[in-house]
T-cell receptor, first 112, second 116 residues
Framework: AQSVTQPDIHITVSEGASLELRCNYSYGATPYLFWYVQSPGQGLQLLLKYFSGDTLVQGIKGFEAEFKRSQSSFNLRKPSVHWSDAAEYFCAVGAGDDKIIFGKGTRLHILP | GAVVSQHPSRVICKSGTSVKIECRSLDFQATTMFWYRQFPKQSLMLMATSNEGSKATYEQGVEKDKFLINHASLTLSTLTVTSAHPEDSSFYIC????????????FGPGTRLTVL
């Protein structure tokens, strides 16, 4: 069965520091992979997605993610975080039948 | 483009009443809409998938008589929580897809339901 694991429930980084959020997936075929961001009380915004091709994917707001098949990972990175990046981040995998399976999320806290 | 709205954004109701939540695709035709439920500090759980003009497909464990889904047009899907109870309190999020593929799901802003 398809699944997504985000090992870190909370991550705290200082403003201006680099960020990496971890995501591991389980899927039998080539996955569709997504990262979404959710601000408090808000819906989800798509940051980036991977379907095929270049394994390093660029997204909005300066985020990028790298698909590593050998590690079944799709970690999200940003070289320098801003206070406005504080939010909940969800990794997700396309599970076939148009469904998306979400990870449990990682809450990002930014220190001034 | 690809904007999805939900109404209401917040609703408080008494136990035993029914609540209807609307999900609209504002600038595209959505052949498929999805309804998710999100508990506090939890991930999104898919409740059901609805295709315009046909019955919704519910995920295992979701009561179809409790959560009525109607997708009557290509721009509107509704979720009705019938005989709501406090345990139904949650954040409900819809998404819409115009091609049915996972690459085109656009999410609404969510509806916070509180059942007293």
């Amino acid at each position: 069965a398809q699944s997504v694991t985000q090992p870190d429930i909370h991550i705290t980084v200082s403003e201006g520091a680099s960020l990496e959020l971890r995501c591991n997936y389980s899927y039998g075929a080539t996955p569709y992979l997504f990262w979404y961001v959710q601000s408090p009380g808000q819906g989800l915004q798509l940051l980036l997605k991977y379907f095929s091709g270049d394994t390093l994917v660029q997204g909005i707001k300066g985020f990028e993610a790298e698909f590593k098949r050998s590690q079944s990972s799709f970690n999200l990175r940003k070289p320098s975080v801003h206070w406005s990046d504080a939010a909940e981040y969800f990794c997700a995998v396309g599970a076939g039948d148009d469904k998306i399976i979400f990870g449990k999320g990682t809450r990002l806290h930014i220190l001034p | 483009g690809a904007v999805v709205s939900q109404h209401p954004s917040r609703v408080i109701c008494k136990s035993g009443t029914s609540v209807k939540i609307e999900c609209r695709s504002l600038d595209f035709q959505a052949t498929t809409m999805f309804w998710y439920r999100q508990f506090p500090k939890q991930s999104l759980m898919l409740m059901a998938t609805s295709n315009e003009g046909s019955k919704a497909t519910y995920e295992q464990g979701v009561e179809k008589d409790k959560f009525l889904i109607n997708h009557a047009s290509l721009t509107l899907s509704t979720l009705t929580v019938t005989s709501a109870h406090p345990e139904d309190s949650s954040f409900y999020i819809c998404s819409a897809s115009h091609s049915g593929g996972t690459d085109t799901q656009y999410f609404g802003p969510g509806t916070r339901l509180t059942v007293l």
